[in-house]
């Protein structure tokens, strides 16, 4: 596998919050994205999800409170907790989850 800058390809994806498989670790798919100003719909996964900001910010709602992460911040999305992108989130962000189909959902 190669180096691959996460900033470069996050700017290089077509459409934002359109993310972008970077690889798997066992069962978990690493992705990247590029984040726009635009809101998310609210969500929910049975497995628990890792959000990682690399520049920017994340806006988030969980579970009904209101959740800041800045440049460098990291979050975990519990497991079946249910989640929504706030309006204002921009910058670049790396999500590790499990993989849809059967080991798990994305």
């Known amino acids: 596998m190669t180096v691959i800058n996460l900033n470069d390809t996050a700017a ?3 459409d934002a919050w ?13 992705k990247v994205l590029r984040m726009s100003e635009l809101p998310g719909e609210e969500e929910r996964h049975d497995a628990p999800e890792a959000l990682l ?4 910010r994340l806006e988030l709602v969980v579970g009904g ?3 800041t992460v800045g440049t460098g911040g990291l979050y ?7 989640h929504a992108v706030r309006p204002g989130s921009r910058g670049t962000l ?10 798990g959902a994305a």
Do not use: H, K, N, Q
């Open 18 to 30: 359109r993310s972008r498989v970077l690889g798997r670790v066992g069962t978990a798919c690493i």
């Open 53 to 56: 900001v690399l520049d920017g």
């Open 65 to 67: 409170e209101t959740v």
């Open 94 to 103: 790396v999500i590790v989850e499990l993989e849809e189909g059967g080991r």
């Open 12 to 14: 290089a994806l077509p």
């Open 76 to 82: 975990v999305v519990p497991a079946g907790t249910r």
